[in-house]
């Protein structure tokens, strides 16, 4: 089984300040994504990243994949109240299957 | 392009009866996924279509479940004989490409 781990579970912190988050596996996977998801509602796709070191930036977004393609982090720049929301990352599992395995997420609660 | 659709948006349900949800990907998508969401954790998989054809399914999608998207395009989830255990938000996602997923804003299911 592969498993993709979030950390932290929970964050809250004040407007303005900086955060990262990470997502860990064992397993190697073909393409990470990460998704922000707010309660009620479905998944909105923020990037996928594909090559190992890879990074990508959105904005006051970073994303980074891991050499090895086995983790990320996402790091969020002067963090804003919209920016409240649960943060999932998925893998795309080798092999030719096309499922994303999720994590958890981590859930951001950022206070004005 | 009004985004994936998916109807209805909620559904509350009697232990034992049958339920059957609808999603219409966004049109120009190939790919069509279902995904299940409980309390505090990510979306796991149940199943896949490309086109018409169903080329994936997870164990999770026991005997009770079965899924059809006649003609590539919308897509229907049907439950059969619902247990409480099948309260969750049921998700669907399209996509052009293997990755990069659009999801609806999910079928939230109680079971009583």
């Known amino acids: 089984t592969q498993l993709l781990e979030q950390s932290p579970q929970f964050l809250s912190i004040q407007e303005g300040e900086n955060l990262t988050v990470y997502c860990n596996s064992s397993?190697?996977?073909?393409?990470l994504q990460w998704y922000r998801q707010e309660p009620g509602e479905g998944p909105v796709l923020l990037v996928t990243?594909?090559?190992?070191?890879e990074v990508k930036k959105l904005k006051r977004l970073t994303f980074q994949f891991g050499d090895a393609r086995k983790d990320s982090s996402l790091h969020i720049t002067a963090a804003q109240p919209g920016d409240t929301g649960l943060y999932l990352c998925?893998?795309?599992?080798?092999?030719?299957?096309?499922?994303?395995?999720f994590g958890k997420g981590t859930k951001l609660t950022v206070n004005p | 392009d009004t985004g994936v659709s998916q109807n209805p948006r909620h559904k509350i349900t009697k232990r034992g009866q049958n339920v059957t949800f609808r999603c219409d990907p966004i049109?120009?998508?190939?790919?069509l996924y279902w995904y299940r969401q409980t309390l505090g954790q990510g979306p796991e998989f149940l199943t896949y279509?490309?086109?018409?054809?169903?080329?994936?399914k997870s164990r999770l999608l026991s005997d009770r479940f079965s899924a059809e998207r006649p003609k590539g395009s919308f897509s229907t989830l049907e439950i059969q004989r619902t247990e409480q255990g099948d309260s969750a938000m049921y998700l669907c996602?399209?996509?052009?490409?293997?990755?990069?997923?659009?999801f609806g804003s999910g079928t939230r299911l109680t079971v009583v």
């Open positions: 996602a399209s996509s052009f490409r293997a990755y990069g997923y659009t």
């Open positions: 397993s190697v996977f073909s393409s």
């Open positions: 990243v594909v090559t190992g070191g």
């Open positions: 998925a893998g795309e599992t080798q092999g030719g299957s096309e499922k994303l395995v």
């Open positions: 049109s120009e998508h190939n790919r």
């Open positions: 279509f490309q086109n018409e054809a169903q080329l994936e």
